[in-house]
């Protein structure tokens, strides 16, 4: 009798130890398959190709100008905004290039690092990649340009709040599709 009472003495006195919490899992994401398509931009004078499980819209702000565009990527709530300008005496491509690096640049408060990659895919396409690493509201922007009449910028955007640590496979997919849409882009 002692020994049975020893050893559920023993087995409780073991099974006593501190509980420690699993942490918060995410859910899991499928990814789709990479196939891309001709963007449809109609009058604009540029063109690329898009993801298949991406629509393109005409950006419906009330200061929005023409040729703006979001890119919604649905089965990841998120978004690229795309923004067309002319190059014009008024407004030269240093000043485009200083408004984009200024936009890039107010997420060094919350920005591990700020990778840049040099764009010179062509002699018409060229331009900086900007990889923002860290918990900011934005983890890719980039511009190209031809340096004479065109400027597309491109700031990549998730729809709702996110940790990065949970949407990181989801960014660098997302890397990938930009990059391509980048390869891919003419000036009309």
């Known amino acids: 009798m002692k020994i049975i ?3 559920i003495f023993s087995l409780i006195f073991i099974s006593c130890q501190d509980y420690t919490p699993r942490p918060k899992g995410y859910p899991r994401i499928d990814l789709p398959k990479k196939e891309y398509k001709k963007a449809q931009t109609v009058t604009c004078p540029f063109a690329f190709q898009i993801p298949k499980y991406t629509n393109l819209s005409v950006m419906d702000k009330t200061d929005a100008e023409p040729c703006w565009y979001n890119l919604n ?6 978004t690229l905004h795309l923004s067309y300008k002319n190059i014009s005496p008024e407004k030269s491509i240093e000043a485009y290039i200083e ?18 990659r040099e764009i010179n895919n062509h002699k018409d396409v060229k331009g900086i990649f900007y990889d923002i690493k860290g918990e900011t509201a934005t983890s890719i922007n980039f511009f190209v340009s031809d340096y004479q009449h065109h400027f597309l910028r491109g700031a ?33």
């Open 156 to 188: 990549f955007y998730f729809n709702s709040k996110t940790r990065i640590d949970s949407v990181q496979p989801v960014v660098d997919f997302v890397k990938r599709d930009l990059i391509h849409l980048i390869k891919t882009l003419s000036w009309e």
């Open 99 to 116: 408004d984009t690096r200024e936009l890039v640049f107010k997420h060094t408060v919350k920005a591990e690092e700020i990778e840049e």
């Open 73 to 78: 990527f649905v089965p990841f709530n998120a």
């Open 5 to 7: 009472k020893a050893s």
